[in-house]
Every structure is written in C-alpha cells, then in structure tokens.
C-alpha cells in the first residue's frame, strides 16, 4: 500500500541527496518492520526474505524503461522528452546511444534526461528489455542497498545517478 505513494511519478522527481534518500527509505524500512517475523532483521536482510529491491533501484529501473520507451517511440513524439542521439559513435553498442552534456550547476544535471545517459549507454520489445535490464542488474548491491552505487559503469566522478 505504501510503495505506489513512493513511487507515484519517480521519473519526473528523483531525489539526488543522500539525506532525501535516505528519508524516503525510511518510509519503506518502517514498513518492513511491521512484519513480525522480520522485526529483529537488518533492512537489507528484510528486503531479500520479501525479494524488494530498495526504492533507489525502483527509480534506477523505472528511469531506463522510461527511456526505451522514448527512444523507441512508444509515446507521442510531441510530449516526450526530446533525447540528444550520439551520431558520432565509432565504438559498437546499441543505435540509440545518448549524447551525453556537461552542466555547469545542479539544477540542470539531475533532470530525467541529463541523469540517464550514462546509464542508458551501457545497458527491443519493453518486457524483452525489462527481463534482460533485471538480468544484468540481477547481482547489483544496489538493490538490496540503496547507499551502494552500480558496479561496472564507470567511476563516480563521471556517473552521478540520483545522488
């Protein structure tokens, strides 16, 4: 009952600081205690005997099947959010890599469309792309701990993801 409330719009508003991360955790860590049989676990133990994934992760997720389904047409062109392609790409990888921009402040860096491309770049129907996004972040620590960051993308002077 709680979760569709913490996620209600989660590719419009991304919380970027580690306090309001933290707190909108807080929401769902509580939640997970009301189960008595878990009560005396840690989070991260609650969250894999219910099979949750943190809410960090929920966002993460949401945010790249949001942009497969832009650069994939699946909304009307004239109301998405316009995504910069990279047509300079000599390196392989899927047609649809993102021209990634440098900002200058905060405000700008951690819209939907400026924090996704690096994600976006490393990762053909939706439920083809959910199955293969969930496989590849099946061992990501991040689903089980929303202060870890995902591995194997780059180092996080280059990658800010909602933090």
């Known amino acids: 009952m709680v979760r569709p ?5 989660n590719s419009v508003w991304c919380p970027y600081k580690l306090g309001d991360i933290k ?10 205690k009301l189960i008595i049989n878990l009560k005396n676990m840690s989070y991260t133990d609650r969250l894999l005997r219910l099979k949750l994934p943190t809410l960090r992760y929920r966002r993460l997720r949401g945010d790249m099947i ?3 389904k832009i650069t994939h047409d699946k909304y009307d062109s004239t109301v998405s959010p316009k995504l ?8 392989r990888g899927n047609k649809y890599k993102l021209l990634n921009h440098t900002f200058h402040y905060d405000l700008r860096k951690y819209y939907f469309s400026a924090r996704i491309v690096n994600i976006w770049n490393t990762v053909n129907t939706v439920n083809l792309f959910k199955a293969r996004l969930d496989r590849f972040w099946a061992n990501q620590e991040v689903k089980y701990n929303f202060t870890a ?6 180092n996080r002077s ?3 993801i909602c933090e």
């Open 5 to 9: 409330h913490l996620e209600y719009a």
């Open 23 to 32: 707190e909108i955790e807080k929401v769902q860590r509580r939640a997970t």
């Open 66 to 68: 949001e942009v497969f």
């Open 84 to 91: 910069t392609y990279n047509s300079v790409s000599i390196t």
């Open 149 to 154: 960051d995902l591995t194997g993308i780059g």
């Open 158 to 160: 280059e990658f800010d």
